[in-house]
């Protein structure tokens, strides 16, 4: 980690910017693989879907059961398209905090806390997504949310929010003892 | 190795700017899944404490459907300003590093940094485009915040790009 300098930017550890992209990387196989085997997805999540017919509330009428089945698809080819946007912003976003807070903050130990706050939030987060899709064909949508926000979105998604505004505080203040 | 000369950066208050936007766009995605049903209760509050503005005739039928249009409608301002929040921040802060590694003339720089950190408030429009949907209905909010926020503070936004790419082209040329 580069210390800081008042007028030039600090470099993130290398370790952090590795995160970044491979965050950055999945979330472009990710979009890939969406569009390469949509049909295989679909399929894969249909079939595990009608194996379990009681955890999506099927009762055997077709018409009644496709539409279960149609919204369910509809929510786990979101929760792809979510992952995919997510990995990608939330990379650019890990990349342009931490260097940030290698130029801002002076304090080694803060800058440490927040600069892995941001890197281990911003890459977890979308992660999120992730597990909703692929836990909707086997726990259902609205349980496999459940699952994804407690265990997924709330710990990372805090740990992100909780870092910006505290990397915004740091700012703030550099910035009033600039103009002062 | 290849070891490039130490990089210099915007001021502070760009900087901040900038991840401002970025706090506010992730607290506001956090907030729309946390909170989603107060934020509808109270959207569905100041609907109906205004209802000259939003044009209710009485009829329960209409009126219901008047209010579920202009509740999803000031919901999808919020979630315009968490995804614009977002990426304006980043836009903001890579464009304007990009000013300050690039852009020769301390006054070029600071008519660049003015234009791109007024377009970086550009999400803000959002939030207004949201309150005012709920206060004075649907057509009349978003005409106020398209005419009086977006669609300044974007031009504000497309001019900043725009020096900015002359500058790199100037420098190429």
């Known amino acids: ?180 | 190795m290849i070891r490039s000369r130490p990089v210099r950066r915007p001021p502070l208050g760009v900087v901040l700017v900038a991840l401002l936007m970025l706090a506010l766009g992730e607290t506001a995605g956090a907030a729309m899944s946390r909170l989603k049903p107060e934020i509808q209760r109270y959207a569905a509050a100041r609907i109906a404490a205004n209802p000259a503005a939003h044009g209710f005739s009485g009829s329960a039928e209409y009126d219901d459907e008047v209010r579920d249009r202009a509740i999803f409608t000031a919901e999808a301002g919020l979630s315009f300003f968490h995804l614009h929040g977002e990426g304006v921040g980043l836009v903001l802060f890579f464009a304007s590093a990009l000013v300050a590694a690039v852009v020769p003339g301390r006054r070029a720089r600071g008519v660049l940094y003015a234009l791109l950190t007024l377009g970086g408030l550009f999400p803000l429009g959002y939030l207004v485009y949201g309150a005012a949907v709920l206060e004075l209905g649907r057509d009349a909010g978003v005409e106020l915040a398209e005419h009086w926020i977006l669609t300044p503070l974007g031009v504000s936004a497309i001019a900043g790009l725009a020096g900015l790419a002359l500058a790199l082209a100037r420098r190429r040329a």
């Open chain 1, 1 to 180: 980690m580069t210390e800081p300098d008042s007028s030039t930017w600090g470099v993130p550890p290398r370790w952090v910017l590795l995160i970044a992209v491979l965050s950055i990387v999945a979330a472009e196989v990710g979009g890939g693989a969406m569009g390469r085997f949509k049909i295989e997805l679909t399929r894969w999540a249909r079939d595990r879907m009608l194996a379990q017919p009681s955890v999506h509330g099927l009762v055997g009428v077709r018409d009644v059961d496709e539409r279960i089945l149609d919204e369910a698809l509809v929510k786990f080819d979101a929760g792809l398209r979510l992952f995919h946007m997510h990995a990608e912003g939330m990379g650019l976003v890990i990349v342009a905090t931490s260097m940030i807070a290698v130029t801002v903050i002076q304090h080694t130990a803060a800058r440490r806390a927040i600069v892995t706050l941001l890197t281990v939030g911003g890459a977890g987060y979308p992660v999120g997504y992730l597990a909703w899709s692929a836990l909707i064909p086997t726990y259902g949508v609205e349980r496999s949310k459940t699952i994804a926000e407690w265990f997924v979105w709330v710990p990372f998604g805090t740990a992100t929010i909780v870092a910006l505004w505290c990397l915004a505080g740091f700012v703030a203040v550099r910035t009033i003892k600039s103009e002062s």
